[in-house]
């Protein structure tokens, strides 16, 4: 066998010891996400918060609330956050939970909604175990209107605590 067949195999085998180990992460990501191992513990899409109510149709108060919790989770070590625009293709879409999480290839999925009364925000959230469409965490938090950073930052403590 010549040099250049040897290294010709060498190859081949690399290309198809790479796509063996990409196609087991994407159908089994569960084996993959062992924190003993210095991986990251949970994958977390967080689908657009919903207006649950008369919003000033100027504000993008729900998109704002998505934003500063995607920004505020992506600062946990132990959490893999995926970008909003991992969302965006299949928004519109009727998808189920567990779908979501196959086709985005995430553990978790966090949704919720927003109502604006008098100044007070009712924020609700919830996260969901992509894989068992089971409840794992909710709440319902009243907070001031211009005070978002404190539901952000007592939301992410708390999913991060919970997905541990």
């Known amino acids: 066998m010549t040099k250049r067949t040897h290294a010709k195999y060498i190859v081949v085998i690399a290309i198809l010891g790479a796509t063996i180990v990409w196609l087991a992460t994407k159908s089994h990501p569960e084996l993959f996400q062992d924190d003993q191992f210095g991986v990251k513990t949970a994958s977390i899409v967080v689908l657009p918060f ?7 149709p100027s504000s993008n108060l729900a998109a704002t609330i998505t934003s500063d919790l995607i920004d505020e ?3 946990s070590p132990q959490l893999s956050v995926l970008p909003a625009s991992a969302w965006a293709e299949f928004e519109g879409r009727r998808l189920s939970i567990q779908e979501i999480g196959e086709l ?5 999925v966090i949704e919720g909604g927003v109502q604006e009364t008098l100044g007070q925000l009712r924020i609700s959230i919830q996260v969901i175990d992509a894989r068992t469409d ?3 965490w909710a709440e319902i938090y009243q907070v001031d209107a211009d005070d978002i950073s404190s539901f952000t930052a007592s939301a992410e403590a708390t999913i991060s605590s919970k997905l541990r």
């Open 104 to 108: 985005l290839g995430a553990t978790h």
């Open 50 to 56: 919903l207006d649950n109510g008369p919003v000033d």
């Open 73 to 75: 989770l992506s600062e």
């Open 134 to 136: 089971g409840h794992v």
